[in-house]
């Protein structure tokens, strides 16, 4: 028997060799594989073995309740004063007085300034000596004409000049009153042109004068609700000047013409001016068209913003449940609800985002109020450390 060869003995380590090898590449692999599956399953349990609950998603809930809503087309435009007058110079001359500020509250016919009246009151001397001279001759005229000693063509010419002189007067007097400076209308000076001293020249612009008792706000409505705003409606109106506080009005008159080019019509609105309105000022206007009461309504922002069909999420068993609906008016931040819930359905408002058909919930919030929150049994055992 001859003894290995070299050759025999390196064939059979290389059979060694491999059979090491294909030990090494399956079973290591297989159990690294069985580790991770176990870790897994260990993540999906808790830590005494019971199945994990999915996590639920914290919520802010409304009750859906009955109220009042209101049907109104919404709008903005500023406050005007229908009421308004330029009150001008109805003579020329220096201004020697004023009698009157911006801001101050005056009534019709009160003067609020004069202005030299020299020149006016020697016309009105001079017209007054005219007549007086022409009654006389008309007073010896007429005792003439009595005894046939003038003709009655020169009779009448003597009474047809008295009655001239006479007009010319009043003309002289009418340019005296003109040197006072008159309110044509009550209301609150808006504006002052002339200071005490300047020269005024005919019809010049002297004051402003507002009538601030009454202010109107002009809309411009599209055409589709034509049908639907009359005059007399009421109007709740907001301004940003007084913020808080609502003001209520009425339609005074709807035009009855379309504008063609913007397919809208004017809308006014009257307002009552003695409270602190003024105008100018830039408001918010609601015009109440009809009104539902005792319906079910719900906060708009509880409708999901991503669907085509109006639908909200409802809490039900912990659980959110998509539920489609059908709306109704809408004013504001409510809107009403004709089919798909009913009363005393809880709605998520703030969450809505995260949540998902049939998922957890955790009501932390219900109608604004903080909802308590049961402590959980990890807490309880930290603590207990």
Partial sequence: MHSPSKYDKTAALLLVFTMLLSACGGKPDNAEAARVEAGAEQGKNSKDGKPKEPESVPVEVVTAASQSINASYAGTANLEAPNEAQVVAKSSGVMVAQLAEEGDTVRQGQVLARIDPARAQLEVQRSQATVNKLSNNYARAQELRKQNLISAEAHDQIRFDLESAKAGL?????????????????????????????????????????????????????????????????????????????????????????????????????????????????????????????????????????ETDPAVYVVRAGKAVRAPIKLGYSNGEIAEVVSGLKTGDRIITAGKVSVRDGGGVTVIAIDGKTVAQPKKDGKKADSGK
């Fill in 170 to 306: 009043n003309l002289a007097r009418l340019e005296l009153s003109y040197t006072n400076v008159t309110a044509p209308i009550s209301g609150v000076i808006a504006q002052r042109m002339v200071k005490q001293g300047n020269l005024v020249t005919l019809n010049a612009p002297v004051f402003r004068i507002v009538n601030t008792q009454y202010l109107e706000a002009v809309m411009n409505v599209p055409e589709r609700e034509l049908a639907l705003i009359k005059a007399g409606m009421p109007v709740r109106m907001i301004v940003d000047a007084v913020p808080g506080q609502v003001f209520e009005g009425r339609v005074d008159r709807v035009s009855p013409v379309m504008e063609a080019g913007s397919g809208t019509f004017r809308v006014t609105c009257a307002f009552d001016g003695k409270q602190i309105l003024r105008p100018g000022m830039f408001g918010r206007f609601e015009i109440i068209y009809d009104r539902r009461e005792n319906v079910l309504t719900i906060p708009r922002t509880a409708m999901l913003e991503d």
